[in-house]
């Protein structure tokens, strides 16, 4: 093998690897140990301190590759027989709700089986000072995808006293920062709510006829609705998923003009500080995908807006409880229900104006799990575009809900 030169015109010496020892550097004499990273030859790196100064480039990331060689050593002395050790290798995370489809770990323990605690492997991640590494994110994901993680300091590497050890007590102390298979829980490592409380994303489709792009352009895709997420799936043709935080290929319109889109209760604050209250960020996009009163309409915007409104019943606040309201630019007009919460309430959309004399019981009933579209006989569509459910006769609603009188 021929030397490689040195800025200083100092020769580098290969080292000798002898299958995961540590040797001693025929330069300098400092200890140096095996490395290794997918597609490059397995070689030897300075770990100890007081290797000589033409053997170390120093700073930063000089830190941070001595503490990873070390693991890398405490790993195989550790898993040699039942483990394949690497370092800065690639973990698929591809299958996981996540912007990005691999995680690459500082140090990497692949198992051959499935081990009973760790999983699929433990992966260790080396903190340094300036590292703004996502850590529940990333641990998210690392679980997710069936391996163990855990978070060590380099300086904590770089003791003379370090060894697996210390990388163990990590898993075994309440307050440490290992994270195995056997008793973490993937979902517990998020900022986003819906996951951390459902063990899923809250999705809902952003519907494709408020795209700013057009019908030629339309792409389809749901956002997460928890409070703290911005995570976007778009659906692929294969009905496979792929996952991105980027907002580029929703609506671009601002936020007002959703202001006569929206049916609120009592309209007691300002639009906008009301949005604000409801979602934290991708406020457009997601008041599209959750409220059920935004439905196609063949005005300037794509979907109704709503004007001149009429309230049929108030509650003991004489509040308005129910409301008639009328789309500013089609025949349509939406019979709401005010039950506190949005996710409570009634929005019955008809094709023409309802009959008002209907009995008010009517709208005190339990709302649809479908949220189903009541239409008359001169309604353009007869079914539940959401579960496909169909009319009994022209004269009749998708659903009767005169059976159930509320207490």
Known sequence: MPFRG????????????????????????????PRSAPHKSRHFYHVSDDANQYCSNGGESETHERAVARVEVALYQQFRKSAHIETEMDVDVSEVPTSVTERRADALATFGDWNLYFGEGLAVEVQHSHEDKDVQQVTHDYLAAGYSVVWIRAATVLLDTFNYDTIGAEFEQDDGSGYAQRTDK???????QALLYNAEHAWKRVPPYAHPRGQDDLVTYDICSGQGCELRRMHEPDGSYTYTTSDDYGPDFPMKALKNVIVREYDRDAFWKWAGSQYDSAQVERLLATRPEIERCRGPKGFHEWGRRETLWTNHSDQPLIELRECMYCPVRLVTNHRGRSGHSTFCLYGREPDIDWDNVYFQASPPECDHYLYDEDAIEDYCPKCGATMQTPDTTLRDHTSWIPP
């Not at 993937?186 to 986003?192: M, Q, R």
Request: with cysteine; proline share 9%.
């Open 186 to 192: 993937a979902h517990y490592h998020t900022n986003c």
């Open 6 to 33: 040195r800025r200083d015109g100092r020769p580098v010496v290969p080292a000798i690897i002898d299958d995961g020892e540590a040797v001693s550097c025929p330069v300098c004499g400092g200890t140096m140990y």
